[in-house]
């Protein structure tokens, strides 16, 4: 609701305080609300761009932000002096390899504060879930809940449709590989437009936690790997 917001952070103005929150890229295209949303103390919002790819929003049914101008958009955000933290999904069903050069690609032509790049979680009692449990696609039983509500979330709880495990788990380690280093992190915040050290503080986390990740789904992949050796054997 557009005429709640700018009315709501309107009325924030006078208290000067600073605020993070989250929003479609869409509000990059409203000047107006934007400029609302600047001056009520707004320094960061998390924005789901989920995939670059439309053919894979549309598959999963989301339809909040314009693919097709989402660069101006967080270009607009970040001129208005907000940080973006932008929030990938890789593997959706229409994904492809070549997502994640246009991934980093776009993360370089918009230059996103802090970046996530994320797998999907189908959570038992979803749409997505039972989706995935029909298309026998998912790595658990669908009855073993804690096997998908208890994952820390960088592990492979199911299949790709158009990209086989052996080649999506090294796609995926070796995206976050160049993405998450010490010197983008220092860039990052350096060109950030305000909240410098919480952004130099998130990314430097994710070194770290994306690290740990690596190592888990190398090892997944390699125990994938032996239970198909034991299955032919």
Not at 55 to 73: I, L
Request: with cysteine; charged share 30%; hydrophobic share 40%.
């Amino acid at each position: 609701d557009d005429e709640y917001a700018e009315k709501l952070f309107r009325e924030l103005i006078p208290f000067n305080i600073n605020w993070v929150g989250q929003a479609a890229t869409r509000l990059g295209e409203n000047s107006r609300l934007l400029d609302v949303f600047a001056r009520s103390g707004c320094g960061a919002l998390l924005v789901g761009i989920e995939s670059l790819a439309e053919e894979s929003n549309r598959a999963h049914h989301k339809f909040h932000n314009p693919a097709d101008r989402q660069v101006e958009c967080i270009r607009n955000i970040r001129d208005a002096g907000i940080c973006v933290y932008g929030s990938f999904i890789y593997g959706l069903d229409e994904d492809t390899l070549e997502q994640t050069e246009a991934i980093e690609a776009f993360l370089d032509e918009t230059g996103i504060d802090v970046p996530g790049i994320n797998l999907l979680r189908p959570i038992p009692g979803t749409e997505v879930f039972d989706r995935l449990a029909d298309e026998r696609r998912l790595l658990h039983d669908r009855n073993d809940h804690d096997a998908f509500r208890f994952s820390w979330g960088q592990e492979m709880l199911y299949r790709p449709k158009k990209i086989p495990m052996e080649a999506f788990i090294p796609s995926y380690t070796a995206l976050t590989k160049r993405i998450f280093t010490v010197k983008r992190a220092v860039q990052r915040a350096a060109n950030a437009p305000t909240l410098r050290s919480a952004v130099l503080m998130f990314n430097l986390f994710y070194v770290h936690m994306y690290n740990l990740s690596r190592k888990d789904l190398t090892r997944q992949m390699e125990e994938l790997a032996e239970g198909k050796a034991k299955v032919k054997s």
